[in-house]
């Protein structure tokens, strides 16, 4: 397996990972998605609301604000010796206290620990009118994001296969096809098409290139072909925020290795017995 990354900055990871299969890369994509603890908002005590908002509505936006995480610091409530009751280890409290005319934003949300603050400041998270007054205290714990999406760490996490472009020999360099392709990955030249150096993985494989090429009255079978490689994934990893997108994809992976250990282990035990 090799992986070559092509953007890695704090919110955003492009990469292509080679040499693993389909049920490989969607694994890992959902490990990404589903098994990377982030904070959020869980409970929350609602003092005075005389906002347009119901008190669960609230509750619920606050939950989707993206707050900075730190796994070293904060642990899951289930892990923790307080027993469901709530301590500085497994729980991060915010206060927010706004009154209008205002537009309330995730920034007038207060944390005790300024390293679990929303990780945008301008989350839009209700319109105040004059007179108008919200009230709180909320608390958020570690989850993850396969309880509810609001533990999901990633906003976008998706994979396509590498594609694959073959121009055989009866290409005429008509630039039928060049003209046609929507992101700009083909050029023309001395009497053929080629692809523009670096732009392969831009391509979407949405084979209009081939049809122009069809179009242009070559016969059945179009010189330029569109494939993808089985064994060759281009993954687009975006963070919310909460920890940098290359903890999410270390911590994602291991989970992955957790979990075949854990499996080796059962199967170790189920052998073990099988011998005894
Ligand atoms: S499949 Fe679509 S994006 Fe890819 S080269 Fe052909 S026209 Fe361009
Ligand atoms: S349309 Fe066909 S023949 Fe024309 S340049 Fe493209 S691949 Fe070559
Ligand atoms: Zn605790």
Known sequence: MEIAFSRLDERVAKFTISGVSTSFANMFRRAMISEVPTLAIEDVR?????????????????????????????????????????????????????????????????????DAAPAEENVPIIELATEQKVVLEAQAIVGTGKEHAKWQATTACGYKNYPEIVIDERCDGCGMCVDECPRDVLESGQGRVRVVEGKQELCSLCRLCERACLAGGIGNEPAIHIDTDETRFIFVVESDGSMPVREIIERALQYIQRSSDDLVDVMNDITGEGTE
């Open 46 to 114: 609602i003092y005075d609301n005389t906002s347009v908002l119901f008190d669960e509505m609230l509750a619920h936006r606050l939950g989707l604000i993206p707050l900075r995480t730190d796994l070293k610091r904060y642990k899951p409530r289930s892990e923790c010796t307080c027993e469901d009751a709530g301590c500085p280890v497994c729980t991060a409290t915010y206060t927010l206290s706004v009154e209008g005319p205002k537009t309330v934003y995730s920034s007038d949300l207060i944390p005790q620990d300024p």
